[in-house]
């Protein structure tokens, strides 16, 4: 098989770091994927949790300084509202650098790729307030853990996350008949947005065999799934559609709770639609935009023979020679651009640690939505795009190129020598013509920058 | 090592090859802009999320519907458009426009796309102008009807975002660009990252429209900026007061699902500023020759749902402006709103295809015959008698 240590690093990790040792087989890849999870331990993030306490907090002393206004208690309770509010965002910037340093460090970046496309696919984002720092939160305690495990335990973890059910307005969907839309005094009813998304972008695809009946009686069999004011997951009884509800044919009974919703989403996880869609992301995400029909064919196989088991779908993708010899490689999408070039830098935890909040904004934050992918803010529920053609465009080339020149000097003050770093970031065999721009560039800075713009960097 | 410079029009030409599209979030859209030799000016504005027609333009005189809408028609009393239909309150400053015939629009269209009510094929759909998703991802309507105008070239044209604009994909050249963006690289750097990514064609044509956009960017590193939908609004109008023809770009925000009451009126302002930044920008003469069209995916349910806003339905709005139209009127066959009327019983039922009133205004501003907009530029439409909706 065509496996080489640089393309595991590169198709399936985010490059080569002159630091690590990349692996150097399948079935390394596949263990770093089971082992503890060093990085999260590394680099912690914290879970959903905090973001909770942190609302009770505000919302508390919030709520003092408006009872008691103009008085010094009052206006002392209104103040620390506000540095709590100011900390969840700094931290909320911190869990970036965080996250990018997992990339740099980690020697298992296999790992690191799947959390990403999997965070793609289950894309949540808090709408309001202090929710608007809680996707990093939701993704390290819903995501993380299951991204190895079977399909059906990482959708439930995620559909069923108090940031998903507000993200796409379940919880405050109450079914036609339930208690709740019987009270006169407050008008609530039925909401589709999350049914429709788990049909259509979690499960079996929007081409996928389900009509918009499906879809309605899916609404009313998740009512219920809410959360409490201060978003702990919460099933709403008085929320909940009495009785069954049919999707895709099969009835789902029994009295209102978590037991049928469990036993829907476990039927969508198990679908053949399930398994051709999940099939063609992983495909054209790792591989190509036109990935060969055998590849998808081969991950679907596996997935349904497997009960969606991922780590066998893994196993299948890596296995599978075109995954390795297929020719028509994937632009790096920004955030992956970023941290693959912070990692052939090799930048230093001290230096990643100490960035202050400005210049988490000015070096990370502001050139990644320049090149057009605002960090963990997807316009939609359907995340980012994979087509190359979203990526490459003037003004995201232009941005790419600004970033590459201008910033690793201030990440790396201690720019490496232009002649070395074209083979810490390409390998051993670079193309000629980017070591003569490394050679030839007038500046250390531009010539760093040069090698990080080469399509051999920019394409895996 | 260096190569025979690229003429501006073989730059345009590849860069049209590669795809043009440009990405969007809620504050970052994409503006494309293309010249061409006739007077008249198209504006494009694709509304992403599904605007609630039934909301921007109400229809108060239908019996049924104060009983669909209990707690959206609480709050400012909508402004009278003609007796039968009301504006929304947010879009007051537009009032002006209507009273001049400027502000128009075209109720219950939509495209063929139905059921499925999924926001990403509605949009495809609407960008691809074909009769179903079949026919749809290869190209846009916009890059299509260039095809069929005489001496189209790209000019400057600038685009902020995330989200591919494929109404404008296809073979025809045009340009994208942001306002934001900037190549702060030396003269020698930009060389060399020409000639490592010649190797690319695709990320070489987008480096060389890049250079080419950055160097014609109006007001180039100066001053402050406002907020992003007037920027590209500016850089339109500031287009389209040169030679560029055609400017498409979108605004984001209209998928409300709840607290409708609370959400609808900030895109509806934004809507109204790009409106009215432009009718300034372009001057009484251009504006004059302007037609600004406005278009959703799908229009949402005709009930509120229960938690203060609608859900994805069927039957939309579409909305006009600019001195070329025949404004001041609501066009469209009103199906009702009883619940026979309805589509499924739950949307507002389409009565026309929303291409044909496109097709319509595309027609009278560049004299392409009903053929080539019923078998090229909108496969699969038919696009009936005139409605006349140019002056």
Redesign the interface.
């Given at each position: 098989m065509p496996f080489t240590p640089e393309m595991a690093e590169r198709r399936f990790g985010y490059g080569l770091s002159p630091q690590i040792v990349p692996p150097f087989s399948v079935a390394q890849m596949l263990s770093g994927l089971q082992g503890a999870d060093v990085m999260a331990q590394a680099y912690p993030i914290p879970g959903f949790r905090h973001i909770q306490d942190q609302i009770v907090y505000v919302r508390r002393f919030s709520r003092y300084s408006r009872k008691n206004p103009e008085t010094e208690a009052g206006q002392a309770a209104e103040q620390k509202a506000k540095l709590a509010r100011r900390a969840l965002f700094h931290d909320r910037q911190r869990w970036t650098v965080a996250a990018l340093q997992r990339r740099i460090g980690t020697p298992h970046a296999f790992r690191e790729r799947l959390i990403a496309f999997w965070a793609d696919h289950f894309t949540a984002r808090g709408k309001s307030g202090l929710l608007r720092a809680a996707a990093p939160a939701y993704l390290e305690e819903a995501l993380r853990p299951h991204v190895s495990g079977k399909f059906a335990d990482l959708l439930r973890a995620c559909v069923t996350h108090p940031l998903m059910l507000h993200y796409l307005?379940q919880n405050?969907?109450?079914g036609?008949n339930s208690r709740a839309?019987q009270r006169p005094d407050r008008?609530?009813?039925?909401?589709?947005?999350l049914a429709?998304e788990v049909l259509?972008l979690h499960t079996l695809g929007?081409g996928g065999p389900y009509?918009?009946n499906d879809?309605h009686e899916l609404a009313k069999l998740l009512t219920g799934l809410a959360g409490t004011r201060d978003y702990s997951f919460k099933f709403r009884r008085n929320m909940a559609e009495p009785g069954a509800e049919t999707v895709l044919g099969r009835s789902y009974g029994g009295p209102p709770g978590l037991a049928p919703i469990h036993a829907v989403l476990t039927d969508l996880a198990l679908h053949p639609a399930t398994a051709a869609h999940i099939a063609r992301k992983l495909a054209v995400h790792f591989v190509s935009d036109t990935p060969p029909p055998d590849l998808i064919e081969d991950l679907q196989e596996t997935y349904l023979g497997s009960g969606g088991d991922l780590m066998t779908c893994y196993a299948a993708l890596l296995h599978h020679p075109a995954s390795w010899t297929m020719n028509a490689p994937n632009i790096r999408p920004p955030d992956e651009f970023v941290g693959a070039a912070l990692r052939a830098m090799a930048v230093k935890p001290e230096m990643m640690e100490a960035l202050r909040p400005a210049q988490i904004r000015r070096l990370l934050l502001t050139p990644m939505?320049?090149m057009?992918?605002?960090w963990q803010?997807?316009?939609?529920p359907?995340g980012?795009?994979e087509?190359?053609?979203?990526w490459?465009?003037?003004?995201?080339?232009?941005?790419r190129?600004?970033w590459a020149?201008?910033a690793p000097a201030q990440l790396r003050p201690d720019l490496p020598d232009p002649r070395n770093f074209v083979h810490d970031a390409l390998g051993p065999n670079p193309?000629a013509?980017?070591v003569?721009?490394a050679s030839?560039?007038?500046?250390r800075a531009?010539a760093i920058?040069?090698v990080l713009?080469?399509?051999a960097f920019?394409?895996r | 090592m260096t190569h025979a410079p690229l003429s501006r029009r073989q730059i345009l030409t590849r860069?049209g090859l590669?795809?043009?599209?440009?990405?969007?979030?809620?504050l970052?859209t994409p503006l494309s802009l293309a010249n061409a030799p006739w007077q008249g000016r198209l504006v494009v504005i694709i509304l992403?999320g599904g605007m609630d027609g039934l909301d921007v333009v109400r229809p108060t005189g239908d019996p049924a519907f104060a009983a669909l809408r209990?707690?959206l028609a609480k709050g400012d009393a909508p402004l009278d458009l003609d007796g039968y239909f009301a504006l929304h309150p947010a879009l007051r400053d537009l009032m002006p426009l209507w009273h001049r015939e400027e502000l128009g629009f075209v109720h219950a269209v939509s495209t063929p796309y139905r059921?499925?009510?999924?926001?990403?094929?509605g949009q495809d759909l609407l960008e691809a102008g074909t009769q179903d998703l079949a026919g749809a991802g290869r190209d846009g309507w916009l890059n299509r009807l260039m095809q069929f105008l005489p001496q189209v070239e790209a000019e400057t044209a600038y685009?902020?975002?995330?989200?591919?604009l494929t109404l404008l994909?296809g073979a025809a050249p045009v340009?994208?660009?942001?306002p934001?963006?900037?190549?702060?690289?030396?003269p020698?750097?930009l060389r060399?990252?020409e000639?490592?990514?010649?190797?690319?064609p695709?990320?070489y044509a987008?480096?060389m429209?890049?250079q080419l956009?950055?160097g014609a960017q109006p007001g180039a590193g100066s001053g402050k900026k406002g907020p992003a939908h007037i920027e590209i609004a500016k850089f339109a109008g500031d287009r389209l007061r040169g030679p560029a023809r055609i400017a498409a770009f979108s605004l984001?925000g209209w998928?409300t699902?709840?607290a409708q009451a609370r959400t609808l009126p900030r895109s509806l302002a934004q809507l109204s500023d790009v409106i009215l930044t432009l009718k300034q920008d372009l001057g009484a003469a251009v504006w004059g020759q302007t037609a600004l069209v406005a278009l959703t995916e799908f229009g949402r349910t005709a009930r509120e749902?229960?938690?203060?806003?609608t859900?994805?339905g069927t039957a939309g709005l579409m909305v006009m402006a600019g001195g070329a139209i025949r404004g001041g009127r609501v066009f469209g066959r009103w199906p009702g709103l009883g619940e026979q009327a309805l589509y499924?019983q739950r949307d507002l039922m389409p009565t026309d295809d929303v291409r044909a009133p496109l097709a319509w205004i595309i027609r009278g501003m560049t004299g392409l015959p009903v053929s080539t907009l019923q078998e090229k530029v909108f496969p699969g439409l038919e696009m009936g008698p005139d409605p006349e909706l140019m002056r």
């Open positions: 307005d405050t969907s109450a036609p839309a008008q609530r009813g039925l909401n589709e947005n429709r259509e929007v009509t918009q879809v939505r320049l057009g992918q605002a803010q997807p316009a939609g359907d980012w795009p087509d190359d053609g979203a490459i465009t003037p003004q995201g080339i232009a941005a190129l600004d020149v201008n193309p013509d980017v003569f721009a030839a560039a007038e500046t531009d920058g040069l713009c080469a399509p920019q394409r | 860069s590669i795809g043009c599209s440009l990405a969007a979030s809620p970052w992403r209990p707690t059921d499925k009510r999924s926001h990403f094929d685009g902020i975002g995330q989200e591919p994909d340009a994208n660009w942001t934001d963006a900037a190549l702060h690289l030396s020698q750097a060399l990252a000639q490592i990514m010649k190797i690319d695709q990320m987008a480096l429209e890049a956009l950055s984001n998928d699902h709840r749902n229960g938690t203060g806003g859900d994805h499924q």
